[in-house]
C-alpha cells in the first residue's frame, strides 16, 4: 500500500493531440502480452473522449497510464500500466485515486484480469474486491476474474446491512471461521467450536458479519467449482461496508501490527482488519482462531481502535453472561468465604492447565478440546468453579443436562488444600440437589479422571460403580 512520496508527479488527462500520446501507446504495446492488443486508433479515439489519464514525471515523461470507459453507472477501466523500471513506488494506486475522485458520482470501478497472471496481490493491494469470474476469449481456454472498488455510497444492500447490524450484535468473523460454517461435512474440534457461533439461542441475538476481503480470500482457492460455491456463500452474511479512503486510513494505522515481509494470510488479516475497523458499521468483536492475532497484538488493537479481537468460545461465554448475568456472580457458601460461580470468558486456558490430571495420564490437547466443547454449548453445559473468594479455585465441575431423566457430571476435579474435603463433599451434595430439583432419576458422573479421594467420597455418599456402564458413577 506504500508510496514513493519524494517523486513530483503531475497526472494530465490526455488528449488526442498530447506529446505524451506516442509514449502511451508504446507502453501499451510493450505490454500486450498482458493488456492485450489495442488498435493505435482506439487510443486516439478515447484521447478524445478525455478518457487516458498519465501519470507525467519532470524530464522524464509518462511512465504510468490508465484507460478507462464510462458503462451507465460505473467506471470499466481498460488499461492500468506502469513503465518497468518504474513499478512498486505507488503509481498504479495513485492512478486509481485520481479516476476515483475524477468519477465519484459513480458507483465504483470494474477491472477484468486473466487468472493464469497472477496479479491478485496488486488488485487487492489497490482496494478492489473479487467479485466474480467468467471464460475468456483466448483459444487456451483462459479464465477472468472480475474486480471491483467500490465508492461506498449508500445503496438498498448497506441500508439493509446497517439495520440488520443495529438490531443485534455484530460481530465481525474472519475468512476461518467463515470456511468453518461453509462447510457442513467439516467435524473437527475447530470447527466445532466456529459451528457454536449458529447455535439456535444465539440466532436472534448475534448477526455474523463479514468484510469483502472474504472474497479476495476465496478467490486464493484454486479449485472454480469450490470459488463459485463460497462466493455464493457469502451471501449468507452480512457484509461490513467500507470506503477505499476508510480501508486505507485503516491499512496504514495497523501495517506496525504485521511483519515487513508478510505471508498471504498475514496480509489477509491485516486487510480484513482494516475493512472491520474502517466499516461505517461499528462492530465491537473480531472473531478469529488465529493464535498471533489472539496473543500478540489483541490489546494493543483494542487499546487503539476499540476492537476486541476475541476466540469463538471466549465470544459465547461473554453472550452467556449477558444473557444470564445473576448466574455469573459469585456465589457464597453458607457461613464461609466460599463462592461458586461460572466460568467466565478468558478463564478458560489458566483453568485447563491447572485442573489438568497430569498425574493420571490426561494430554492438555485432549482436555482443552474438550472443555472448549463444554463451554461452546452453555445450554448444555454448565461449568463452574469452586474456591475461596479471590484465590485460585479449588474445584471445578461441569454439569450435562443433555439427557431428559439425568444430570451428568463429565467434570468433577479438585486441587489439593485444606478446604478440599469440606468442597468435595459440597460438589457431590449439590450435584444431588440440582438433580433432584431439575427432577431428574439420576445423577451419574462420568468423570474419566477421577482421584481416588474423590471416588471415596462418591462410594460414600451411595454413588454405584456401573464397570458394565464405561466405569460411570451414578446415585438414584
Avoid at 475524477?102 to 470494474?110: A, F, N, P, Q, V
Avoid at 487468472?115 to 481456454?141: Q, T, V
Avoid at 474486480?147 to 441500508?159: E, I, K, Q, V
Avoid at 467434570?411 to 478440599?420: C, P, S
Wanted: net charge negative; aromatic share 10%; charged share 30%.
Amino acid at each position: 500500500m506504500a508510496t514513493d512520496e519524494s517523486l513530483e508527479f503531475t497526472i494530465q488527462e490526455i488528449n488526442s493531440i498530447s506529446e505524451h500520446l506516442a509514449k502511451i501507446i508504446q507502453l501499451g504495446d510493450a505490454n500486450s502480452a498482458t493488456l492485450g492488443f489495442f488498435p493505435r486508433g482506439a487510443f486516439i479515439r478515447l484521447a478524445d473522449e478525455g478518457r487516458i489519464l498519465a501519470y507525467i514525471l519532470p524530464e522524464v515523461g509518462c511512465v504510468g497510464y490508465l484507460l478507462y470507459g464510462i458503462n451507465c453507472d460505473r467506471v470499466k477501466l481498460n488499461h492500468l500500466c506502469v513503465d518497468e523500471m518504474w513499478r512498486g513506488k505507488g503509481i498504479a494506486k495513485i492512478l486509481i485515486k485520481y479516476l476515483k475522485d475524477k468519477t465519484d458520482h459513480l458507483y465504483g470501478i470494474l477491472a477484468s484480469c486473466r487468472r493464469d497472471y497472477k496479479l491478485d496481490d496488486m488488485w487487492s493491494s489497490l482496494g478492489f474486491i473479487a467479485i466474480h469470474e467468467r471464460p475468456g476469449r483466448s483459444k487456451d481456454g483462459s479464465t477472468l476474474t472480475e474486480w471491483w472498488l467500490d465508492y461506498g455510497h449508500p445503496d438498498l444492500f448497506t441500508m439493509f446491512a446497517r439495520q440488520k447490524a443495529e438490531s443485534s450484535i455484530s460481530v465481525a468473523i474472519d475468512a476461518n471461521i467463515f470456511y468453518d460454517l461453509a462447510d457442513d461435512e467439516r467435524a473437527d474440534e475447530y470447527s466445532k467450536e466456529s459451528k457454536a457461533l449458529i447455535a439456535d439461542w444465539l440466532e436472534a441475538e448475534l448477526e455474523l458479519c463479514l468484510t469483502d476481503e472474504i472474497k479476495n480470500e476465496i478467490n486464493r482457492n484454486k479449485d472454480s467449482r469450490k470459488r463459485k460455491e463460497l462466493w455464493g456463500m457469502v451471501n449468507r452474511f452480512t457484509l461490513l461496508p467500507c470506503t477505499l479512503e476508510a480501508f486505507e486510513q485503516a491499512c496504514n494505522s495497523l501495517r506496525k501490527f504485521f511483519p515487513k515481509n508478510m505471508s498471504d494470510s498475514d496480509a489477509s488479516d491485516w486487510r480484513q482488519l482494516a475493512r472491520t475497523i474502517g466499516s461505517d458499521i461499528k462492530v465491537a468483536f473480531f472473531v478469529t482462531r488465529d493464535t498471533r492475532l489472539l496473543e500478540e497484538i489483541e490489546e494493543t488493537i483494542y487499546q487503539e481502535f476499540g476492537l476486541l479481537i476475541i476466540h469463538p468460545i471466549d465470544l459465547i461465554i461473554r453472550l452467556d453472561e449477558l444473557r444470564r448475568e445473576t448466574e455469573y456472580q459469585p456465589i457464597r457458601l453458607a457461613g464461609t468465604k466460599i463462592e461458586r460461580r461460572r466460568v467466565k470468558s478468558g478463564e478458560q486456558d489458566t483453568i485447563v492447565n491447572q485442573f489438568l490430571s497430569y498425574a493420571l495420564g490426561e494430554k492438555i490437547t485432549e482436555f482443552r478440546r474438550i472443555f472448549r466443547q463444554f463451554l461452546s454449548k452453555p445450554e448444555q453445559f454448565e461449568c463452574f468453579t469452586v474456591g475461596h473468594r479471590g484465590e485460585k479455585p479449588i474445584a471445578l465441575v461441569v454439569y450435562d443436562r443433555e439427557e431428559e431423566g439425568e444430570l451428568q457430571v463429565p467434570v468433577l476435579r479438585f486441587q489439593k488444600n485444606k478446604l478440599t474435603p469440606t468442597i468435595l463433599r459440597h460438589c457431590i451434595f449439590q450435584c444431588l440437589s440440582t438433580a433432584a430439583k431439575e427432577k431428574r432419576q439420576f445423577t451419574r458422573i462420568t468423570e474419566a479422571y477421577l482421584e481416588s479421594n474423590t471416588i471415596i467420597a462418591l462410594q460414600e455418599d451411595r454413588f454405584l460403580d456401573r464397570k458394565c456402564r464405561g466405569g460411570d458413577s451414578e446415585a438414584p
